[in-house]
């Protein structure tokens, strides 16, 4: 069975800051990977994904995770905060033989302080 | 281009009710699926549909079932409900050879 596990509920950076979101997961196939955001009152927003090739992943909005399957990880990063990604952010893992049924994690909300 | 459609957005029932909520996939997707997200937590999946059959199911009870209309729309229903099935109801589309879900605004279900 797979699973995401997501260090730290709620994380809190200054504006201009670096933004690092853990994500860990647990699979026991190759797996896709994927990181969402949650705005209030919204749907989830693909960020980015990995699924197979290079493992530095490249989103929008000038976010970046990178697979280290080693350490399974999936840890997402930006190197300055807006104010604007303040939302809940969700790490997410699927098999490659049923990759739409997607296993979230419990989400991580990111605070932006000016 | 329209994206996923939910309706309705908002929906307050009482206990042992049953509930419909329905969905409108994105233009061109033939693949609807039905997550569960409770307050403070991940969505949690409860089933997929395609051409009309339900394809995964997660760990949900046999109350949860669910329907695809030839247009690929998707209606989610619920029967008895409990109050812990008040949560937010998210619907994604895809295609099935993709595995890019667009996901619906949601519909928030209370249950008193």
């Known amino acids: 069975a797979q699973s995401v596990t997501q260090l730290g509920s709620h994380v809190s950076v200054s504006e201009g800051a670096l933004v690092l979101l853990r994500c860990n997961y647990s699979s026991s196939v190759p797996p896709y990977l994927f990181w969402y955001v949650q705005y209030p009152n919204q749907g989830l927003q693909l960020l980015l994904k990995y699924t197979t090739g290079a493992t530095l992943v490249k989103g929008i909005n000038g976010f970046e995770a990178e697979f280290k399957k080693s350490e399974t990880s999936f840890h997402l990063t930006k190197p300055s905060a807006h104010m604007s990604d303040a939302a809940e952010y969700f790490c997410?893992?699927?098999?490659?033989?049923?990759?739409?049924?997607?296993?979230f994690g419990p989400g991580t909300s990111l605070s932006v302080i000016p | 281009d329209a994206g996923v459609t939910q309706s309705p957005t908002h929906l307050i029932k009482t206990r042992g009710q049953q509930v419909t909520l329905r969905c409108s996939p994105k233009?061109?997707?033939?693949?609807v699926s039905w997550y569960q997200q409770a307050l403070g937590q991940g969505p949690q999946f409860i089933f997929q549909y395609y051409e009309e059959e339900e394809r995964q199911r997660g760990n949900f009870p046999d109350r949860f079932s669910g329907h695809q209309f030839p247009n690929y729309s998707s209606e989610l229903n619920v029967n008895a409900l409990l109050l812990g099935d008040s949560a937010l109801y998210l619907c994604?589309?895809?295609?099935?050879?993709?595995?890019?879900?667009?996901f619906g605004s949601g519909t928030q279900l209370s249950v008193l």
């Open positions: 997410a893992v699927s098999d490659q033989t049923s990759y739409d049924k997607v296993i």
């Open positions: 233009s061109g997707h033939d693949t």
């Open positions: 994604a589309s895809s295609l099935l050879s993709s595995e890019k879900l667009f």
